[in-house]
């Protein structure tokens, strides 16, 4: 994707504001700015899983059901700070820029293939889960797709999930639709649908671009107004049609 020709942040706060005007104007909003960018303390629930109370609740009965169907379903990522989120997108930013000498667009094209902008992140808002089967042993990364396709170590897990999440509220995130836009392919992340959608719904009313112009953290000074409309558009709305 080419971004180098987009307008500089600092040049136009309100032309994002003409551009997608979709994007603005919440009335009374259930969830705080705060709460959708991962800056408030909310309630979790759950030793190890950290979800809103109904997420938890609804995770834990497809657990059980998992169970009962030979898979021990392993948390590897639910409730995810701003902080967190930023500490992740600044260690790779540091890497592919002063280890790889990569062009900091470059970096930050590569960074968002999987990893968002803090403040955009979904786990952000306890609804969200990456899982795998704690069952097969595996070496190296969990979370790569390969893992999950025929003949992997998930590959039973992921068609047990196909068949079942959305029974429990839970549908999958990043799809391989070849149509979609975005992240790419997570066979891992799945979304608890009766919280998600309802934040999503909120987040979308959010001027995030102007909140995200006044963060500061390594490699923000080269997000443009073109930048941040694209990525909206294409990596926090390329999900799932049944999460929208």
Do not use: C
């Not at 629930?45 to 009962?68: C, P, Q, T, V, W």
């Not at 930013?93 to 968002?112: L, Q, R, S, V």
């Not at 992140?121 to 042993?137: A, E, F, N």
């Not at 070849?178 to 987040?203: D, I, V």
């Amino acid at each position: 994707m080419q971004r180098r020709t987009f307008i500089k942040k600092t040049s136009a706060g309100g032309l994002a504001l003409a551009a997608v005007p979709s994007l603005f104007t919440v009335n009374d909003p259930e969830y705080s700015i705060e709460e959708l960018m991962g800056k408030a303390d909310i309630e979790l629930f759950g030793e190890g899983i950290n979800l809103r109370k109904e997420a938890h609740d609804a995770f834990l009965d497809m657990k059980k059901a998992a169970y009962s169907a030979g898979f021990d379903i392993k948390m590897v990522s639910s409730y995810r700070s701003f902080d967190r989120q930023q500490a992740i997108f600044e260690r790779k930013f540091i890497k592919y820029t002063e280890t790889d000498g990569m062009k900091p667009i470059d970096a930050i094209d590569k960074i968002i293939e999987y990893s968002t902008i803090p403040g955009t992140s979904r786990h952000h808002w306890g609804t969200d889960i990456d899982i795998i089967d704690g069952y097969p042993k595996v070496s190296g990364d969990v979370l790569v797709p390969e893992k999950f396709e025929e003949g992997g170590p998930f590959e039973a897990f992921k068609k047990w999930l196909d068949a079942n999440a959305q029974k429990f509220g839970f549908y999958l995130v990043y799809t391989d639709d070849y149509f979609r836009k975005g992240f790419k392919y997570e066979p891992w992340h799945y979304s608890y649908a009766p919280l998600s959608k309802p934040m999503l719904e909120q987040f979308r009313g959010v001027n995030i671009f102007r909140q995200l112009i006044r963060e500061e953290f390594e490699g923000s000074e080269h997000f443009t107004t073109g930048f941040l409309k694209t990525y909206i558009q294409n990596n926090i709305l390329g999900i799932n049609e049944d999460l929208l």
